[in-house]
């Protein structure tokens, strides 16, 4: 499918589950984005899980999103919106914001899955902004040392301007992602040691019974998804990581939250001098002896997003998102 | 040696050498810490290398800093001033600022070699302070995919309040550090396979020619290191990597560059409130299924220099300082 009709789709089917317009295409462009960049995990096949947090109520489709200033920082409360609604919002205001004051922080408490996050520090990297983002969500890695699932992937997200494409770097705290971990698994591809445990907080190399990512590094993947815990929910007040591990009422729904930070480059150097700097940086890193091709981070994603003219999604996320449009009385492309 | 004697030891030593005396007494401080905290690497092993670099005119023992304020950043013009010396100063100048601001970053332009960035986060959290630390070096850990150094063992620092003491993460971005492959050397430990490479770019667990390190992650490490240099070398007009892999004769002095942001808690809830969410966060964590004790980020260092009386340093380590102290003309306690 064509990557506006998939968008097009997409937004259909969140307006006719109860989304407001304008939200409904932001998260529709969102997923797209990282089915285009080759991140199916965090792509269209998240469609149907996000409509039902709509049934559910977890997830807001009218959110009233209100935003407090205080100095450099905005504390943005969603109401629920959905991750995409809530991050664009927060990057837009970073990047603003920090334009008056240099740099600019934006707290997001209460979203929903915020998806490929390197969308919304590209966002403001193309802006003129250096961009950081992290999200903090339910325990579902492994805490160093033990045998069960006690921080989240948390990941962490960097972008600065680049001549032509931002530099951006987007990477999780595990050593595995819960989307490549659920591919394995429908693939049967045995995993290599060291990078799941099962439910009873085994190491495993079996890919049905690997379910908890081991974090990356040990004690700094998961010190690191702790800490974005901390930055980001408990500074919103809203902690996810306690209530689930207690499992309190509140632990059982779902929710996110975020912390996205804005640094305005040419308040230290002239834009086009720090872009020709990354440049630079990159010609030497490429320069670098090597057995292949060395990329740079981001890279893979813009040359996917470049050479893809069609998405080609997987059969099963196909027919699950054609029979949620058809249940929603969406019309679905041949 | 008492902490109290190796510091002062120290700190005369880099009197002698030329330093004011209020920048040998923090440097000093700083090294004596990593330490007690068990991280010798960066502790007063480093001592006769940084008076290397004063003779050598990068390191500058009566630097005139120079700060910038504008908005909420500040930039410091170390003017070649020890790391300890430029980096307290950056912190608690982003500490300062934050409380002003709500959010703030000092970037530090110029100095040397920053020792265990932890102290420098560490001292923001005492201060009711969320802090992010990260440094800029010389090319010494691989890029994923090349066969030589590409990017340096960039280290990230993130430290909160805590009720007692700070939850503090300082993680570099190599799966092992220079220091700790410079000790299997000393001591024949064979590596793991997938830690290093040697000087012609092959993999290696041979410690006597395992000589870069790999990224944390392939791609996740290094990219990281590489938007790291970005946030604070590019950042500050003064890249490192770039001078270094073109050979400049700019780049073959030794200097860094480091990026310090303070978040004040207190703007976003009570500081009392955000100390407690974080303490049953760390019981949650300590609660989890494991085999053995689960530490939290920072824990181990600081128990370590709870029952740290004495320092005991590596017999080469006390004879090199010792020489050094006696052809400074500074008395070595017995």
């Not at 989304?19 to 984005?33: G, I, K, Q, S």
């Not at 915020?114 to 003129?128: C, E, F, N, S, V």
């Not at 992937?153 to 999780?172: H, R």
């Not at 690191?224 to 408990?234: D, N, R, T």
Request: glycine share 10%; proline share 6%; charged share 20%.
């Amino acid at each position: 499918m064509t990557p506006e009709r998939l968008r097009a789709l997409v937004g259909d089917v969140f307006m006719r589950a109860g989304m407001v317009e304008a939200n409904a295409r932001t998260v529709a462009d969102v997923l797209v984005w990282a089915d285009l960049r080759g991140m199916g995990s965090h792509g269209v096949m998240r469609v149907p899980r996000y409509v039902e947090w709509m049934k559910r109520g977890d997830l807001n489709g009218q959110p009233l999103i209100k935003t407090t200033e205080s100095g450099a920082t905005i504390t943005l409360d969603a109401d629920r919106a959905a991750g995409p609604v809530a991050m664009v919002r927060a990057a837009e205001l970073a990047a603003a914001k920090a334009r008056e004051t240099g740099i600019a922080l934006v707290l997001v408490r209460s979203t929903t899955h915020t998806g490929a996050i390197g969308y919304y520090t590209q966002l403001g990297a193309r802006a003129g902004m250096a961009m950081i983002a992290i999200t903090a969500s339910v325990p579902n890695m492994a805490y160093h040392g033990a045998r069960a699932a006690g921080v989240s992937t948390a990941p962490l997200s960097i972008a600065v301007p680049g001549e032509d494409e931002p530099l951006a770097l987007d990477m999780g705290s595990g050593v595995i992602s819960i989307g490549k971990l659920a591919r394995a698994r429908r693939k049967g591809e045995t995993l290599a040691a060291g990078m799941a445990l099962d439910a009873q907080g085994n190491p495993t190399t079996d890919p049905k019974t690997a379910s908890i990512p081991l974090p990356l590094g040990g004690p700094k993947g998961s010190g690191l998804a702790l800490l974005i815990e901390c930055l980001s929910s408990l500074l919103a007040g809203n902690p996810i990581l306690a209530e689930a591990l207690e499992g309190t009422p509140k632990g059982r729904h779902h929710y996110q939250n975020a912390l996205v930070i804005a640094i305005d480059v040419a308040r230290f150097l002239p834009l086009a001098e720090f872009k020709t700097q990354v440049k630079r940086l990159i010609r030497n890193i490429k320069a670098l002896p090597a057995n292949g091709e060395l990329l740079v981070p981001g890279e893979r994603g813009h040359r996917h997003a470049q050479r893809t003219k069609d998405i080609k999604l997987a059969p099963s996320v196909l027919e699950e998102l054609t029979a949620l449009a058809k249940s929603l009385g969406v019309e679905v492309p041949a």
